[in-house]
């Protein structure tokens, strides 16, 4: 995973374990994936293969319906000619995805750095967010879509609510374990809170955060599909979900498995993106990111 | 502000620095760590706090540091320069038994944090940064992060980091306990040329005895629960001490004393 090749800088042979620098070789790459990454792409995607020819073959054997389940062909078959609807409808679920997860990011982590600043203002909202996480989202929604009236604010609302409290939650456990000793050291030279918190809890928190990160991304997409299928609005700006709903109405089956690949890609897609930046934000530093030698 | 100078002379002709005073330290549970210890550390001295665990050596060394106030007495500077915030700048350096290094930084940037935390400029911070990284062995090493470096070179950073503001005083805190042997050896003669060659004055806390006659020119030998200051010894050997030293029959015969001090304080 590592490409990092630190160049060996000049180190005077001065008897110090200074010379033990290490040095990081170069992976072997095929089509810029390393060799080594290879395997753990072919496997997973070979049984993908087969079991989706599995599928074919039986769909083809028994003479399956299409309206009970369509073979994969068709399927991509209907995700080609239903793109210009299809593709539509995923851009307003993303939208939505994209701006209650920015809203998770932005409101959990100023939420979670107040709440690290004093610890009665946490004493006395943590118990409300809590409650907010256990509430189930369907039982909300209506209720939501109700008040606010306008329904994108509404599902926005509620793919907020499922995606906030990873972040919060794992933001303040970060924030909160800062090496104990560096903090006496901050205290030593007379660090501000902001200093403090910029150069030490910040940092420190980052892998926790992004830990959370994943499972939000995730949950900011559900919560999206779940509102929509809750609020189940017509219109022309209207989800992945409605299309699910809609075509399983007119028993356009293919459709509806269509629409249903293009959830699941678009949660795939959030988290391998999710990876990779969490990837690069921590390979040099963090245990969880470095390769292991021994 | 030399109140400790006149009654209590800390070694010839030098300059009190700190002055301990009837200092006792109770935690909360009720363990007494420390109890009523006078100490004068004189500007320029290299001093051991040497005592097995739990003499309450390190609570004593965190007490000077500002790190927690004693329960009882006072600890004095003799100067008075005060920060922004109106506390006195005590202007010290802080080495933990541990490295204490912030992984997501690089070496360089871990050594100017104290300069970072005063607000020196970014460039001047670097450049000071990055000779004091040499005056340690680790030219090269700038850009590394904490995770390419050896146990010993992780001190090194660390030690780097606490002389980077020039203090006045160094404070260590078993620094050197958890590394293997040779890596000690080279780190305490290390320290001392910097020593030598900075003019901070030294305190060293550690339960060898070894590492303090080698390093020190006065033992302070603490004894546990409660802990309290037994004996207070002078090395009379001559710096520059090296190899040469550490198998010297004068290097033993300091070694039997502190030893004997240290057995004393420990069935007291």
């Given amino acids: 995973m590592t490409d990092a090749t630190l160049s060996p800088a000049a180190v005077p042979h001065d008897g110090t374990d200074a010379e033990a620098r290490p040095i990081f070789r170069e992976d072997r790459k095929v089509l810029g994936i390393s060799t080594e990454a290879w395997p753990g792409i072919l496997a997973p995607l070979g049984i993908g293969i087969l079991a989706l020819a599995a599928w074919e073959f039986i769909v083809w054997w028994r003479e399956i319906p299409h309206f009970i389940l369509p073979g994969p062909l068709l399927i991509a078959k209907?995700?080609?000619?239903?793109?210009?609807?299809?593709?539509?409808?995923?851009?307003?679920?993303?939208?939505?995805?994209?701006?209650?997860?920015?809203?998770?990011?932005?409101?959990?982590?100023?939420?979670?750095v107040l709440f690290t600043q004093s610890k009665w203002l946490e004493k006395s909202l943590f118990p409300y967010a809590v409650i907010l996480q256990v509430t189930p989202v369907v039982s909300i929604a209506p209720l939501i879509i109700i008040w606010v009236g306008d329904i994108n604010l509404s599902l926005l609302i509620c793919a907020w609510i499922v995606a906030?409290?990873?972040?919060?939650?794992?933001?303040?456990?970060?924030?909160?374990?800062?090496?104990?000793?560096?903090?006496?050291?901050?205290?030593?030279?007379?660090?501000?809170?902001?200093?403090?918190?910029?150069?030490?809890?910040?940092?420190?928190?980052?892998?926790?955060?992004?830990?959370?990160?994943?499972?939000?991304?995730?949950?900011?997409?559900?919560?999206?599909?779940?509102?929509?299928f809750?609020?189940?609005?017509?219109?022309?700006?209207?989800?992945?979900?409605?299309?699910?709903?809609?075509?399983?109405?007119?028993?356009?089956?293919?459709?509806?498995?269509?629409?249903?690949?293009?959830?699941?890609?678009?949660?795939?897609?959030?988290?391998?993106?999710?990876?990779?930046?969490s990837h690069l934000l921590l390979r040099r530093w963090h245990e969880s990111a470095l390769k292991r030698e021994n | 502000m030399n109140l400790a100078e006149a009654d209590r002379p800390a070694a010839k002709g030098a300059k009190t620095l700190v002055a301990v005073r009837h200092?006792?330290?109770?935690?909360?549970?009720?363990?007494?760590?420390?109890?009523?210890?006078?100490?004068?550390?004189?500007?320029?001295?290299?001093?051991?706090?040497?005592?097995?665990?739990?003499?309450?050596?390190?609570?004593?060394?965190?007490?000077?540091?500002?790190?927690?106030?004693?329960?009882?007495?006072?600890?004095?500077?003799?100067?008075?320069?005060?920060?922004?915030?109106?506390?006195?700048?005590?202007?010290?350096?802080?080495?933990?038994?541990?490295?204490?290094?912030?992984?997501?930084?690089?070496?360089?940037?871990?050594?100017?944090?104290p300069l970072k935390l005063s607000?020196?400029?970014?460039?001047?911070?670097?450049?000071?940064?990055?000779?004091?990284?040499?005056?340690?062995?680790?030219?090269?090493?700038?850009?590394?992060?904490?995770?390419?470096?050896?146990?010993?070179?992780?001190?090194?950073?660390?030690?780097?980091r606490a002389l980077v503001t020039h203090p006045k005083i160094l404070l260590m805190d078993e620094p050197f306990a958890a590394l293997d042997e040779i890596t000690r050896h080279k780190l305490n003669d290390d320290l001392l040329r910097l020593w030598e060659a900075n003019q901070f004055t030294a305190v060293f806390v550690t339960h060898s005895v070894f590492e303090s006659v080698y390093l020190s020119q006065r033992i302070v030998v603490m004894a546990a629960r409660p802990g309290r200051v037994m004996a207070d010894l002078r090395v009379e050997a001559p710096y520059p001490r090296d190899d040469l030293f550490r198998t010297s029959a004068d290097y033993a015969h300091w070694c039997r004393i502190a030893s004997e001090k240290l057995k004393e304080a420990i069935s007291a």
């Avoid at chain 1, 080609?80 to 679920?93: I, K, P």
């Avoid at chain 1, 809750?230 to 459709?255: C, D, F, H, T, W």
Wanted: aromatic residues 8%.
């Fill in chain 2, 119 to 160: 607000g020196t400029n970014k460039g001047e911070a670097e450049a000071r940064g990055a000779e004091m990284l040499a005056l340690v062995g680790l030219k090269g090493f700038e850009t590394s992060y904490p995770r390419e470096l050896s146990g010993g070179m992780k001190m090194r950073v660390s030690i780097a």
């Fill in chain 1, 230 to 277: 809750v609020a189940g609005s017509g219109g022309s700006a209207s989800g992945l979900a409605y299309r699910i709903l809609e075509a399983g109405y007119q028993l356009k089956i293919p459709r509806m498995f269509a629409a249903l690949i293009m959830i699941s890609m678009s949660g795939i897609a959030i988290f391998l993106t999710i990876s990779w930046i």
């Fill in chain 1, 78 to 112: 209907t995700l080609v000619t239903d793109w210009a609807t299809l593709s539509a409808s995923l851009w307003v679920t993303l939208r939505i995805t994209a701006a209650a997860l920015i809203a998770a990011v932005s409101l959990g982590v100023g939420l979670a």
């Fill in chain 1, 164 to 228: 906030f409290f990873p972040i919060l939650s794992n933001t303040i456990l970060g924030l909160n374990s800062a090496d104990h000793n560096l903090r006496n050291l901050f205290e030593l030279y007379g660090a501000s809170r902001w200093q403090t918190l910029r150069y030490l809890r910040l940092p420190a928190a980052l892998p926790y955060f992004l830990g959370g990160l994943k499972i939000s991304g995730g949950l900011a997409l559900i919560g999206a599909v779940v509102a929509e």
């Fill in chain 2, 23 to 113: 200092v006792s330290k109770q935690f909360a549970n009720g363990t007494i760590a420390v109890r009523d210890v006078n100490l004068d550390l004189a500007r320029g001295e290299f001093v051991s706090l040497l005592g097995p665990s739990g003499c309450g050596k390190s609570t004593l060394l965190r007490m000077i540091a500002g790190l927690g106030d004693p329960s009882v007495g006072t600890i004095d500077w003799a100067t008075m320069n005060h920060d922004a915030w109106g506390r006195p700048a005590r202007e010290l350096g802080f080495v933990f038994q541990d490295p204490t290094l912030m992984p997501w930084a690089t070496a360089l940037d871990n050594v100017i944090l």
